[in-house]
């Protein structure tokens, strides 16, 4: 076998372990109601992310979209923490290091090195663009929980909180927030007693 075939072939293992981020699923629901995949999320994410782009000058557009690819990868092993669960899991971080690590197991040491180096980046917002992509991370969730057919007791209020510090990183996450923050306080008074 050729150095090319192993690489590849080691390439492959990882995108099929990968793949099971289409089966994770998350809290949020989607508009006919049933449960959104991670790999769903992160797909908006990135189509967020782009649709900015133009209002995002002096950022990488590419650093900024690899970052939202990873974010969640290691999501694939262990599965999600509902947002409003994440601050009741102390060692959530620790395990989403190590997922992320046994999942990019199988990648030649360049391109694993470069995985783990952008998720890395990202969970300790390191760079300007592993700091705006957590924002936009947060408002995705949130407009998610706009979108979805959830519940009826469903805790819209949550939104009015949740990321606060993540998106207050910049003048478009800031904006955005103000617009998902009305349509979430539209909800609430909409919302049956």
Not at 126 to 152: C, I, W, Y
Request: hydrophobic share 40%.
């Amino acid at each position: 076998m050729s150095d090319q075939t192993r690489r590849l072939t080691a390439i492959i293992a990882f995108l099929q372990a990968a793949a099971a981020l289409k089966d994770t699923l998350r809290s949020g629901r989607t508009a006919c109601g049933r449960q959104e995949s991670t790999a769903e999320h992160s797909w908006r994410l990135c189509l967020m992310i782009m649709a900015c782009e133009r209002d995002l000058p002096g950022y990488d557009l590419a650093q900024l979209l690899k970052l939202a690819i990873v974010h969640d990868l290691g999501e694939a092993i262990h599965g999600d923490t509902p947002a409003t669960e994440q601050h009741q899991d102390p060692d959530r971080a620790e395990r989403e290091r190590r997922d992320m690590s046994t999942l990019c197991a199988p990648l030649p040491e360049d391109v694993r090195a470069d995985m783990l180096a952008l998720w890395e980046d990202y969970a300790q917002a390191r760079s300007p663009e592993a700091r705006l992509v957590k924002g936009f991370d947060k408002l995705e969730t949130m407009l998610q929980h706009l979108a979805g057919r959830n519940a009826l007791d469903f805790d819209y209020a949550f939104n009015l909180t949740y990321g606060a510090a993540q998106t207050s990183q910049h003048a478009v996450l800031r904006d955005i927030r103000a617009i998902v923050d009305g349509e979430t306080k539209d909800r609430i008074l909409s919302q049956p007693s």
